[in-house]
């Protein structure tokens, strides 16, 4: 089955600064992965996903790139905001999902 | 938008009773259906997928027979919980899976907070 690594755990940058958090995949047949962002006891929301025909999207300050050959994709948040503080999801998959770990990403004023 | 509720929001209840947790897609069919179970600051672990009209299909290490799933219509799963207890605790959660022209994307549910006493 599919194995998504996710990387960090833990992010703290300053408002303003650039976030990235880097996902691996083992299953070459994944071609969807989106990226979710749950706030602590809320339902995780899709913030973004590519699928595997496209290199790189983008939506206002969230990228994120994918690179098939070297089966990771990752996530850019740039001018990072307070309300950007949240545990990220990566995921690979079809209809089906396999979700990283999580990365708890702290935005300090 | 797409947009999947969970009832209850939150249940207590006591060791070996058994809980009845219901996802609905509100403005979408939804001929699949995901339940999740995630454990404190930890990710989202897929229990089983659940097909509208057929059996539900359990991951590995998931017992079908204390996790009941049951997909009766294009809008509503349920996972009942049954004799439950305290290591059962934990936050569910749903999903729905839209599928367009050949593309899916998956929207879950706000998710429903069980307490074995």
């Known amino acids: 089955g599919e194995n998504v690594e996710q990387h960090p755990s833990t992010l703290s940058v300053q408002e303003g600064d650039s976030a990235v958090i880097k996902c691996t995949y083992s299953?070459?047949?994944?071609?969807?992965f989106p990226w979710y962002k749950q706030e602590l006891g809320k339902r995780p929301q899709l913030i973004i996903d590519?699928?595997?025909?496209?290199g790189e999207k983008k939506d206002q300050r969230i990228a994120v790139t994918l690179n098939k050959t070297a089966k990771h994709f990752s996530l850019h948040i740039t001018e990072t905001q307070p309300e950007d503080s949240a545990v990220y999801f990566c995921?690979?998959?079809?209809?089906?999902?396999?979700f990283g770990k999580g990365t708890m990403l702290l935005v300090s004023p | 938008g797409a947009v999947v509720s969970q009832h209850p929001s939150r249940v207590i209840c006591k060791s070996g009773t058994s809980v009845k947790i219901e996802c609905r897609s509100l403005?979408?069919?939804?001929?699949?259906m995901f339940w999740y179970r995630q454990f404190p600051k930890k990710s989202l672990m897929l229990m089983a997928t659940?097909?509208?009209?057929?059996?539900?299909?359990?991951e590995q290490g998931v017992e079908k027979d204390k996790f009941l799933i049951n997909h009766a219509s294009l809008t509503l799963s349920t996972l009942t919980v049954t004799s439950a207890h305290p290591e059962d605790s934990s936050f569910y959660i749903c999903?729905?899976?839209?599928?367009?022209?050949?593309?899916?994307?998956?929207?879950f549910g706000p998710g429903t907070r069980l307490t074995v006493t």
């Open positions: 999903s729905a899976l839209i599928a367009t022209s050949g593309t899916y994307e998956q929207y």
């Open positions: 299953d070459s047949a994944s071609n969807y």
């Open positions: 590519i699928r595997s025909n496209v």
């Open positions: 995921a690979a998959g079809y209809s089906t999902l396999t």
């Open positions: 403005d979408f069919q939804a001929t699949t």
């Open positions: 659940s097909n509208e009209g057929s059996k539900a299909t359990y």
